[in-house]
């Protein structure tokens, strides 16, 4: 059964600090991996998709990278602002589970001025 | 992008009660619509999988007739909770596949359910 699991639970910085974000699953057979935003009360927010394929995938300030062989993704945020703030959920497709996406609990990341 | 609605943003219903839950895909046709729920500080779990023209298959665990799917369009989803419980408030949230788009599901702002 794949589990997907996020370090930290919470994490709490100044801005301008560069932080990186841990996601890990059990199982390497995964079509892709997802990283979302996700503000207080509100839906998703697809931030970056990388196929199985793939290494990583960079848009502006983020940069996730892949390693599926060990089972690992990072999210890389440079430069952290204030409105960086939200909880921020990794979640992988397995092989042929086209339509599951599953979750880890998520990071809370709170960037304080 | 691609947009998906949801309505109504909160809810507030009595023990016993029904109540249902929209999910639109606004500027694209899915095939393919799912339900997640989340509890604070949980993650989303997946309840169900809806097809449009077919039935809906449920998550392990997730009672069918107490969560009845509905996708009769492909532009809409319905999830009725019947006979609600306090414990079913939680924060209920659809996507919507864009078969345009290889699996890639968009996300609703979701529905924040409270039975009292």
């Known amino acids: 059964k794949q589990e997907v699991t996020q370090i930290p639970a919470a994490l709490s910085v100044p801005e301008g600090e560069n932080l990186v974000l841990n996601c890990s699953f059990t199982d390497s057979a995964i079509y892709n991996l997802q990283w979302f935003r996700q503000d207080p009360g509100k839906g998703l927010t697809s931030l970056l998709l990388?196929?199985?394929?793939?290494r990583e995938q960079t848009s502006g300030r983020l940069n996730a990278s892949l390693d599926k062989s060990s089972g690992r993704s990072t999210l890389y945020i440079a430069a952290s602002q204030p409105g960086d703030s939200a909880t921020y959920l990794c979640a992988v497709t397995p092989e042929g589970g086209y339509n599951k996406l599953i979750f880890g609990a998520g990071t809370r990341l709170a960037v304080h001025p | 992008g691609a947009v998906v609605s949801q309505h109504p943003s909160r809810v507030i219903c009595k023990s016993g009660t029904s109540v249902k839950i929209e999910c639109r895909s606004l500027?694209?046709?899915?095939?393919?619509m799912f339900w997640y729920r989340q509890f604070p500080k949980q993650s989303l779990m997946l309840m169900a999988t809806?097809?449009?023209?077919?039935?809906?298959?449920?998550e392990q665990g997730v009672e069918k007739d107490k969560f009845l799917i509905n996708h009769a369009s492909l532009t809409l989803s319905t999830l009725t909770v019947t006979s609600a419980h306090p414990e079913d408030s939680s924060f209920y949230i659809c996507s919507a596949r864009d078969p345009g788009v290889s699996y890639e599901q968009y996300f609703g702002p979701g529905t924040r359910l409270t039975v009292t």
């Open positions: 809806s097809n449009e023209g077919s039935k809906a298959t449920y």
């Open positions: 990388i196929q199985s394929s793939q």
């Open positions: 500027d694209f046709q899915a095939t393919t």
